[in-house]
């Protein structure tokens, strides 16, 4: 019988990095072909255990037929000193290449481009690096959907918000009342100041208070189109 393959996702991530790290960005990518996806991620790690000070580890996972589990394939810290948010280009055969950028202090951007090999990441070349990073669309100004918790309920104007590919929508709360936790689509890619999708269709992003089960949650419909 085949065994699908465990779920892995930001909470898994951070389930294998220090107490006090977090998620700056994080995307699912076809790396070897193969499937299941591999997830890469960016996050926040203590400089050192205890430490309140962080540093950010640039990460691939694969999943581990043999082993059915997912394993770390790659670590590095992320180019620049400020970085932005990890992406992925098509490189294709049904294939991707993951793309980490930042911001050096002067301004430049600096690029490192990974991929499989061996169960391994392995970065490209500089040149090469950039020039996969360079195909890649420019990005479209974010929108913003804003929501209230009234009664432990949640209210909004509308409850679809339509983008473009490679959009990032903002998931923000305004007007007071209790925390709610955002769960967004699996399918969506983490952004550091969103969520936003790489392939046009419907996802969901549900928004939970502390009065309804999680199955009962607000739904968030993204409608995500081509590109213009």
Not at 73 to 92: C, I, Q
Not at 104 to 130: F, M
Not at 158 to 168: A, C, E, F, M, N
Request: aromatic share 6%.
């Amino acid at each position: 019988m085949r065994q699908d393959p465990p779920a892995f996702g930001a909470g898994q991530v951070l389930a294998r990095l220090p107490g006090g790290s977090s998620i700056h960005s994080l995307l699912r990518a076809e790396l070897d072909g193969r499937g299941p996806s591999e997830v890469a991620a960016v996050a926040r790690v203590p400089a050192f255990p205890g430490a309140r000070e962080t540093v950010y580890a640039a990460m691939i996972f694969r999943y581990d037929r043999l082993r059915r589990a997912y394993v770390e394939a790659y670590r590095a810290p992320p180019p620049g000193r400020v970085p932005f948010s990890v992406d992925a280009a098509a490189a294709g055969r049904g294939r991707d290449v993951v793309i980490f950028s930042g911001l050096h202090d002067d301004g430049t951007r600096a690029v490192h481009a990974v991929t499989l090999a061996g169960g391994k990441g392995r970065a490209l070349p500089e040149a090469e690096a950039r020039a996969v990073a360079g195909g890649l669309p420019p990005s479209l100004p974010a929108v913003t959907w804003r929501f209230a918790v009234r009664n432990g309920v949640v209210v909004a104007r509308t409850p679809v918000v339509r983008v473009r590919v490679r959009q990032t929508v903002r998931v923000q709360s305004s007007g007071g009342g209790a925390t709610a936790i955002i769960l967004p689509d699996p399918r969506l890619d983490i952004t550091e100041s969103g969520f936003r999708a790489r392939t046009p269709g419907s996802y969901r992003i549900r928004v939970v208070t502390g009065l309804l089960p999680v199955e009962e949650a607000y739904r968030l419909t993204v409608v995500v189109e081509p590109p213009p």
